[in-house]
C-alpha cells in the first residue's frame, strides 16, 4: 500500500511573491535588498487586509477649538486602509479653510444656457441658492523619497553627478472627496447574517469565504469625518467611517459582559447581595421578543433604537440664516451589483459573469440591476420585457448560482 504523503501534488501555481536568496560571498545589489523590503512590506499588508481587516482602529477625532468655523483639528490616530496599507498619524493636525474648500471641490455652480428643462434648471438653481455642499474628510497613505547621496555613477562621470534618495519618509495626507464607493459604502450586516456565518458547525460546513477584490489606489483610503456646508452654517459628524475593533478591546468585553465572576481577572467571586424586604411595586411588563434577534437567557432584551448621526455644527455667517430643512441622503449598495460579483469572481480566479452586450443594460431597465434579483426573477416574465431569449437567461442566471457565495459572504 502506497502513503499518500509520497505522491507527486497534483498541480502547482506561482502566486507571485518572489523573495531574494543570499549566498556566501555573493555580490548584493541593492534591487536584491529592495526586494527583500518590498517582499516582507507585501506579506504585512496582506496580513492587515486578509487577517484583521480595515478600518480605523483609534484616535483621528475631530476638534474644531477655532472661532471662524471652519478649522478642524485631527488628533493623532491609526488605521488600516481596504489594501491593508498603514495611516498612521503622530501628531494632530489642524485644516483650516474647509468650507470654502468644500464648495470649491463639491460644490455645484448655476446651470449654464445648455441646460434647457425647466425642472433640472429649478432643481439645480434651488440647490445652488442654498448653498448646500457635502463631501467626506479622508486620509491616505503617503511616502517620500529624502537623503540624496552620492552614487556610483556610470563610466568616469563624478560621483556628486548621480544623487539618489537613500530614505523614504511615511506620512499622511488629508483629502476631501465628494462621493463614495465600494467598499466604504455598503449595507451593514445584521445579527441574522452574522449568527448563520459564524455558528454552523463543522458538519454542516459552511461556505468559502472569498477573496475580497483588490480596491484601486484612488479609493484607498480612510474616511475621517462627514463635512456639510451650507450658507452660514458649516458642520462635520463621523458619518461613513469604518472602525476596526483592535483584538485587546474585544477581548476585554468579552471578559467585562460574557464571563461571570469566577473566570475574571482577579478571581473572587462577586459580593452576594444583601436582599432587601418585599415592596409593593406596580407590576413590570414582559418584554416581547422581536423576530430576528438573539435573546439570551436571565438578561432583559434592551429596546432597538435607531439614533441618527450626531452632526457638529458651528456657525461662519449671520446667525439667523438656517440649514436646508432636506437631509442629505448617503446611497448604500442594497445588494452586490454586478461589477461587484465580476471583480470579485476575478480576484478569486474565476471568470466574470458573460453577458451579451446590451443586455445588463436591458436587465437594469427591467428592474433587474443586481445578480441577486435575476436568481430569483420570473425569466418568462423578464424574456417577454427585456426581448432577451429565455434560455440566454437561464445561462447567465446558472453562471451566477455557481458564484453565489460570493454574494452571501461577508463583504471584506
Same mark, same amino acid.
Given at each position: 500500500?502506497?502513503?499518500?504523503?509520497?505522491?507527486?501534488?497534483?498541480?502547482?501555481?506561482?502566486?507571485?511573491?518572489?523573495?531574494?536568496?543570499?549566498?556566501?560571498?555573493?555580490?548584493?545589489?541593492?534591487?536584491?535588498?529592495?526586494?527583500?523590503?518590498?517582499?516582507?512590506?507585501?506579506?504585512?499588508?496582506?496580513?492587515?487586509?486578509?487577517?484583521?481587516?480595515?478600518?480605523?482602529?483609534?484616535?483621528?477625532?475631530?476638534? +474644531?477649538?477655532?472661532?471662524?468655523?471652519?478649522?478642524?483639528?485631527?488628533?493623532?490616530?491609526?488605521?488600516?486602509?481596504?489594501?491593508?496599507?498603514?495611516?498612521?498619524?503622530?501628531?494632530?493636525?489642524?485644516?483650516?479653510?474647509?468650507?470654502?474648500?468644500?464648495?470649491?471641490?463639491?460644490?455645484?455652480?448655476?446651470?449654464?444656457?445648455?441646460?434647457?428643462?425647466?425642472?433640472?434648471?429649478?432643481?439645480?438653481?434651488?440647490? #445652488?441658492?442654498?448653498?448646500?455642499?457635502?463631501?467626506?474628510?479622508?486620509?491616505?497613505?503617503?511616502?517620500?523619497?529624502?537623503?540624496?547621496?552620492?552614487?556610483?555613477?556610470?563610466?568616469?562621470?563624478?560621483?556628486?553627478?548621480?544623487?539618489?534618495?537613500?530614505?523614504?519618509?511615511?506620512?499622511?495626507?488629508?483629502?476631501?472627496?465628494?462621493?463614495? +464607493?465600494?467598499?466604504?459604502?455598503?449595507?451593514?450586516?445584521?445579527?441574522?447574517?452574522?449568527?448563520?456565518?459564524?455558528?454552523?458547525?463543522?458538519?454542516?460546513?459552511?461556505?468559502?469565504?472569498?477573496?475580497?477584490?483588490?480596491?484601486?489606489?484612488?479609493?484607498?483610503?480612510?474616511?475621517?469625518?462627514?463635512?456639510?456646508?451650507?450658507?452660514?452654517?458649516?458642520?462635520?459628524?463621523?458619518?461613513?467611517?469604518?472602525?476596526?475593533? *483592535?483584538?485587546?478591546?474585544?477581548?476585554?468585553?468579552?471578559?467585562?459582559?460574557?464571563?461571570?465572576?469566577?473566570?475574571?481577572?482577579?478571581?473572587?467571586?462577586?459580593?452576594?447581595?444583601?436582599?432587601?424586604?418585599?415592596?409593593?411595586?406596580?407590576?413590570?411588563?414582559?418584554?416581547?421578543?422581536? *423576530?430576528?434577534?438573539?435573546?439570551?437567557?436571565?438578561?432583559?432584551?434592551?429596546?432597538?433604537?435607531?439614533?441618527?448621526?450626531?452632526?457638529?455644527?458651528?456657525?461662519?455667517?449671520?446667525?439667523?440664516?438656517?440649514?436646508?430643512?432636506?437631509?442629505?441622503?448617503?446611497?448604500?449598495?442594497?445588494?452586490?451589483? #454586478?461589477?461587484?460579483? +465580476?471583480?470579485?469572481?476575478?480576484?478569486?480566479?474565476?471568470?466574470?459573469?458573460?453577458?451579451?452586450?446590451?443586455?445588463?443594460?436591458?436587465?437594469?431597465?427591467?428592474?433587474?440591476?443586481?445578480?441577486?434579483?435575476?436568481?430569483?426573477?420570473?425569466?418568462?416574465?423578464?424574456?417577454?420585457?427585456?426581448?432577451?431569449?429565455?434560455?440566454?437567461?437561464?445561462?447567465?442566471?446558472?453562471?451566477?448560482?455557481?458564484?453565489?457565495?460570493?454574494?452571501?459572504?461577508?463583504?471584506?
Amino acid at each position: 500500500m502506497t502513503d499518500a504523503s509520497h505522491c507527486e501534488p497534483l498541480a502547482t501555481s506561482l502566486n507571485g511573491v518572489v523573495t531574494p536568496l543570499y549566498f556566501d560571498r555573493q555580490i548584493v545589489r541593492a534591487d536584491d535588498l529592495t526586494l527583500d523590503r518590498a517582499s516582507h512590506d507585501a506579506e504585512l499588508e496582506r496580513m492587515r487586509r486578509l487577517l484583521h481587516g480595515w478600518g480605523i482602529v483609534a484616535g483621528f477625532a475631530l476638534l +474644531n477649538p477655532e472661532e471662524d468655523g471652519q478649522t478642524i483639528t485631527v488628533t493623532p490616530g491609526y488605521g488600516i486602509t481596504p489594501n491593508g496599507n498603514e495611516v498612521f498619524l503622530t501628531e494632530a493636525v489642524s485644516l483650516s479653510g474647509l468650507s470654502d474648500l468644500l464648495k470649491s471641490a463639491c460644490g455645484t455652480g448655476m446651470p449654464g444656457c445648455e441646460v434647457i428643462d425647466e425642472a433640472v434648471r429649478g432643481a439645480a438653481e434651488a440647490i #445652488w441658492w442654498q448653498g448646500w455642499v457635502q463631501g467626506w474628510l479622508v486620509a491616505r497613505p503617503f511616502r517620500q523619497d529624502s537623503d540624496l547621496r552620492p552614487g556610483v555613477p556610470e563610466g568616469c562621470a563624478h560621483p556628486a553627478n548621480a544623487l539618489l534618495p537613500s530614505r523614504r519618509c511615511e506620512g499622511v495626507t488629508f483629502d476631501i472627496v465628494c462621493s463614495l +464607493n465600494y467598499p466604504h459604502v455598503q449595507e451593514t450586516q445584521g445579527c441574522g447574517t452574522m449568527t448563520e456565518w459564524l455558528c454552523r458547525s463543522a458538519g454542516q460546513g459552511s461556505e468559502p469565504l472569498p477573496l475580497p477584490p483588490a480596491v484601486a489606489a484612488s479609493g484607498d483610503y480612510l474616511v475621517i469625518g462627514y463635512l456639510t456646508s451650507s450658507e452660514g452654517m458649516f458642520g462635520y459628524s463621523y458619518q461613513n467611517r469604518r472602525p476596526l475593533l *483592535p483584538v485587546s478591546l474585544l477581548q476585554d468585553w468579552m471578559t467585562a459582559c460574557m464571563c461571570s465572576g469566577r473566570f475574571r481577572q482577579d478571581l473572587t467571586p462577586e459580593p452576594v447581595p444583601t436582599p432587601e424586604p418585599e415592596r409593593e411595586t406596580e407590576p413590570k411588563p414582559i418584554p416581547i421578543p422581536i *423576530p430576528g434577534r438573539v435573546t439570551i437567557p436571565g438578561r432583559p432584551l434592551e429596546p432597538l433604537i435607531d439614533f441618527p448621526p450626531v452632526v457638529t455644527t458651528v456657525p461662519i455667517g449671520p446667525p439667523n440664516l438656517t440649514p436646508p430643512e432636506a437631509p442629505v441622503e448617503v446611497p448604500s449598495f442594497r445588494k452586490p451589483t #454586478w461589477e461587484m460579483l +465580476n471583480a470579485s469572481a476575478i480576484a478569486n480566479g474565476l471568470k466574470a459573469v458573460e453577458i451579451a452586450t446590451g443586455h445588463q443594460e436591458k436587465l437594469t431597465l427591467a428592474g433587474i440591476d443586481a445578480p441577486a434579483k435575476l436568481i430569483t426573477a420570473d425569466l418568462d416574465a423578464v424574456s417577454f420585457t427585456t426581448g432577451i431569449s429565455k434560455s440566454a437567461l437561464e445561462a447567465v442566471r446558472k453562471d451566477v448560482q455557481g458564484k453565489q457565495f460570493l454574494m452571501n459572504a461577508l463583504h471584506l
